[in-house]
């Protein structure tokens, strides 16, 4: 079992920064693919990141290439979502979550689940 705990929700101002950190509890983090997702009022659950167990291996979705970045520090236990030049349409609840299936996009492929964290981009 592992559980996720986010941090870092803020209320910043468009063009503002903000970093996300998730921690993760239980064994084998350097195992499991770390991926970020975010769900706006009104809208289904949408991808945003994921670092895979090779640490080299991370993909971010299109809407947020150039402005987010996610990062682990598997020592820690520890994913990072930096995200810059932040935008109005950024305004989310972000979720950290996890799986051992393998580095996928869908958020049916993970198996565990963070409580989200707020992030409000005031124009």
């Known amino acids: 079992q592992v559980q996720l705990v986010e941090s870092g929700r803020g209320l910043v101002q468009a063009g503002g920064s903000l970093r996300l950190s998730c921690a993760a509890s239980?064994?084998?983090?350097?195992?499991?693919?770390m991926g970020w997702f975010r769900q706006a009022p009104g809208k289904e659950r949408e991808f945003v990141a994921f670092s895979s167990w090779t640490i080299d291996n991370t993909y971010v979705a299109d809407s947020v290439k150039g402005r987010f970045t996610i990062s682990r520090d598997n020592a820690k236990n520890t994913v990072y979502l930096q995200m810059n030049s932040l935008k109005p349409e950024d305004t989310a609840v972000y979720y950290c979550?996890?799986?051992?299936?393998?580095?996928?996009?869908?958020?049916?492929?993970?198996?565990?689940w963070g409580q989200g964290t707020q992030v409000t981009v005031s124009s």
């Open positions: 239980g064994r084998s983090f350097s195992s499991y693919t």
């Open positions: 979550a996890a799986n051992t299936k393998g580095a996928y996009s869908t958020s049916w492929s993970y198996d565990y």
